[in-house]
T-cell receptor
Framework: AQTVTQSQPEMSVQEAETVTLSCTYD???????LFWYKQPPSRQMILVIR??????QNATENRFSVNFQKAAKSFSLKISDSQLGDTAMYFC?????????????FGPGTSLSVIP | GAVVSQHPSRVICKSGTSVKIECRSL??????MFWYRQFPKQSLMLMAT?????????EQGVEKDKFLINHASLTLSTLTVTSAHPEDSSFYIC????????????FGPGTRLTVL
């Protein structure tokens, strides 16, 4: 069974600084998707970034980028120029490709606080 | 695009009553919808996968008779908490999948259930 681990329950970063959130996962599959979701205090889940395992190039979305290490099963999220609006819970997630729509497995989350 | 609504956003009920939560995909057809439960400061726990026109698939440990799921159309899934008890109080989130978008799930805003 797939598992997702986030070893940092809480993190903080100064506004405008850079922070990296860690995520590791376990799977026997070769093709899959990885995601980072953000859940602000409103509790609305928001997709931050997505990575297809068959792509070697790391995904980037504006200030958000990932470091995807497939062999190490590691998928970290880097947030550059942190903003107050980045304060939220961040969940790393895994989805397989075996069926047309596999369920998503979420990690336990990292609570990020951006300090002014 | 890819908006998912959830109704109601908040509900308070007496112990022993049943509560229905609706999840709608507003601008796309969702053949698969997912129902999650989230406790404070914890991750999303998948309860069941709902496929249009067929029975839902429940995760281990989730009572099928207590959490009734119906996916009658490509845009609507409902979760009914039957004979609710205080321990059922939680935040319930639905998500809908769009196959054309990399297995990405689009989340509803959630429903906070309080059972007195």
């Amino acid at each position: 069974a797939q598992t997702v681990t986030q070893s940092q329950p809480e993190m903080s970063v100064q506004e405008a600084e850079t922070v990296t959130l860690s995520c590791t996962y376990d799977t026997s599959e070769n093709n899959y998707y990885l995601f980072w979701y953000k859940q602000p205090p409103s509790r609305q889940m928001i997709l931050v970034i997505r990575q297809e395992a068959y792509k070697q190039q790391n995904a980037t979305e504006n200030r958000f980028s990932v470091n995807f290490q497939k062999a190490a099963k590691s998928f970290s999220l880097k947030i550059s120029d942190s903003q107050l609006g980045d304060t939220a819970m961040y969940f790393c997630a895994f989805a397989g490709m075996k069926t047309s729509y596999d369920k998503v497995i979420f990690g336990p989350g990292t609570s990020l606080s951006v300090i002014p | 695009g890819a908006v998912v609504s959830q109704h109601p956003s908040r509900v308070i009920c007496k112990s022993g009553t049943s509560v229905k939560i609706e999840c709608r995909s507003l601008d796309f057809q969702a053949t698969t919808m997912f129902w999650y439960r989230q406790f404070p400061k914890q991750s999303l726990m998948l309860m069941a996968t709902s496929n249009e026109g067929s029975k839902a698939t429940y995760e281990q440990g989730v009572e099928k008779d207590k959490f009734l799921i119906n996916h009658a159309s490509l845009t609507l899934s409902t979760l009914t908490v039957t004979s609710a008890h205080p321990e059922d109080s939680s935040f319930y989130i639905c998500s809908a999948g769009d196959r054309g978008r990399y297995n990405e799930q689009f989340f509803g805003p959630g429903t906070r259930l309080t059972v007195l």
